[in-house]
């Protein structure tokens, strides 16, 4: 049964740091992997989707990179801003398989 | 615009009452989920749909239904609402059976007295 964790829990960094959010799950026959954004009391916004034959995926200040073998993947946020702060999830699947989700990582960028 | 929408936004109930939790699309998905979420604590699946007339259960087990009678609507019932029903609900949508990308509605916001 696939299980997804993700360290740390919570993170509180200063304005301006680089920073790294960790997923990690134990069946790397893995379809996809999805890294997603919740702000307290709403829904779930999109970041990235990974497929299993691709590395890395970008999107302005967000990379996610995908390591299936060692059953890791890494959401960089660069030069961090106070409007990141929020709870980021990844979750992932196997082909045929329901999305299974990560606690998340309580991010907060002080200004 | 392609959009996945949730109403009501907010609601509080007594103990008792018949709620529908309404979930549309317009993305043309044949995939729809439920998943409930209490404060700060992680989302549980507890209904999908395939398409038109499939329905099933999540990991986490519910008394609320769900139906599937149309591709873009996907509407999830408590027949009697109770305390412990109280948490947020979201819905989601994603292309095909093989695991796309997932899109999320806002969530339900149920506070049940």
């Known amino acids: 049964k696939q299980e997804v964790t993700q360290i740390p829990a919570a993170l509180s960094v200063p304005e301006g740091e680089n920073l790294v959010l960790n997923c990690s799950f134990t069946?790397?026959?893995?379809?996809?992997l999805q890294w997603f954004r919740q702000d307290p009391g709403k829904g779930l916004t999109s970041l990235l989707l990974i497929q299993s034959s691709q590395r890395e995926q970008t999107s302005g200040r967000l990379n996610a990179s995908l390591d299936k073998s060692s059953g890791r993947s890494t959401l960089y946020i660069a030069a961090s801003q106070p409007g990141d702060s929020a709870t980021y999830l990844c979750?992932?699947?196997?082909?045929?398989?329901?999305?299974?989700f990560g606690p998340g990582t309580r991010l907060s960028v002080l200004p | 615009e392609a959009d996945i929408y949730q109403t009501p936004r907010y609601l509080v109930i007594g103990t008792g009452k018949k709620i529908t939790l309404e979930c549309s699309q317009t993305?043309?998905?044949?995939?729809m989920y439920w998943y409930q979420q209490d404060p700060g604590m992680e989302l549980h699946l507890i209904h999908y749909?395939?398409?038109?007339?499939?329905?099933e259960k999540g990991d986490l087990s519910s008394e609320s239904t769900v139906s599937r009678i149309r591709t873009e609507h996907f509407p999830l019932t408590l027949e009697s609402a109770r305390p412990s029903h109280t948490s947020q609900y979201l819905c989601?949508?994603?292309?095909?059976?093989?695991?796309?990308?997932?899109?999320f509605g806002p969530g339900t916001r149920l506070t049940v007295l």
């Open positions: 749909s395939y398409g038109v007339n499939s329905t």
């Open positions: 979750a992932v699947n196997n082909y045929g398989q329901n999305f299974v």
């Open positions: 069946d790397s026959a893995i379809y996809n």
């Open positions: 989601a949508s994603s292309e095909g059976s093989g695991g796309n990308e997932q899109f």
């Open positions: 993305m043309g998905h044949d995939k």
